[in-house]
């Protein structure tokens, strides 16, 4: 059956939008005709609604246009994956809306010297909020950050020492709390011990597929431990999850969650009597050696993990923890990082959400060879970690 073809006048007024805007949209190469008349005229079809659709919804979620025209030129999915990944980009903007929302309401409802306090975090959540959202769509740069602590000097990997310190036994029902793509929960599996239920939570939908691609992987392990998980799109700022748990996780993210304090009363109403909150996270010095070359190297280049950290630190978080929790232990993984290679440097530091990657991609030739230079002369780069777990019971 021949397909329909459609004018330029048919398919914007179908769609709503003006003959202008498609025409435009041609001239940026991101709607191109599938054919034209013997008089020159454009001709549309079927996927070309799907491929204007798509465009609409990025150009409404604030995506550039180059940015735009990548993901719709070299895009093969389905109009039904479509919306289905738009779906996601779009609980992910009304999540970051709605944490907006709350803070100007704070703004609104402060008296006397809190204005000032609550119009300060109001800026840092408009500055910082939605850049950490999009760093953790998907879980490309997560783990380019995980590759580099590959190169660790410790005993055991973090992932062992954190079940180690988890004390898991048969039977217990887990909640993670910000799974992210749950590489060290993956990294164990084997080790587990029998009958778990997990219930693995992230505010990004990208990193809970990534998650349950990576423990399809280790199915059959899990099948044969009777080990169960469960998956759930939530932001610890509002956590909203069923049952009750004998450990809560929260693994290196507690310093992006605004509402530390709601947060702690919910885990204490969530934990068993015996239960335990295990959170890990870093201290001031971690990776400070890192931090100091790509500070020398171009001081352009934002690091803004380093502002967000100290929200919730190795230093600090006893302090937060005890309003909440009786019995609170820190527990430090010793462990460095001794690399002998600048890829992988320059992989974690152009993993850094804001611009970094932008600034590093034009200058990589001169990163690696900054980074030679300290490998040749020291032999490796070495670079401290401050890394750590609290255990809290209440």
Known sequence: MEKKHYTVGEIAGISGVSPKTIRFYDEKGLLKPVGYSEAGYRYYDETSFVDLQKILMLRYLGLPLEQIGEVVCGSTQSLEESLQEQKKLLNEKKRHLDRVIDAVEKVQNAKGGAIWENLVEAIRILEISDMVIKQYRSDENLQKRINLHNYSTGKQPFSEWVLEKLALSEG????????????????????????????????????????????????????????????????????????????ITANHMLYHVEKRQDLFQKVKRLLKADGMFCATTVGESHMKELHEVVEQFDSRIEMPFQRISCNFRLENGR?????????????EFDSDILVDAAEPVYEYVDSYPGNAAEIIKDRKQEFIQAVDEIIQKKGAFFIHKSTGMFRCRL
């Open 172 to 247: 217990m029902d887990v909640l993670c709390i910000g799974c992210g793509n749950a590489s060290n929960l993956i990294a164990v599996a084997e080790q587990l011990p029998e009958h778990l239920t997990f219930l693995l939570t992230d505010y990004s939908e990208g990193m809970l597929e990534k998650a349950r691609e990576g423990l399809m992987a280790k199915k059959a392990v899990l099948e044969k431990k009777d080990i169960k998980i469960s998956y759930q799109v939530t932001d610890a700022n509002c956590l909203s999850v069923p049952g009750t748990y004998d450990r």
């Open 319 to 331: 302090e937060q923890l005890e309003r909440v929790f009786h019995k609170i232990e820190c527990l």
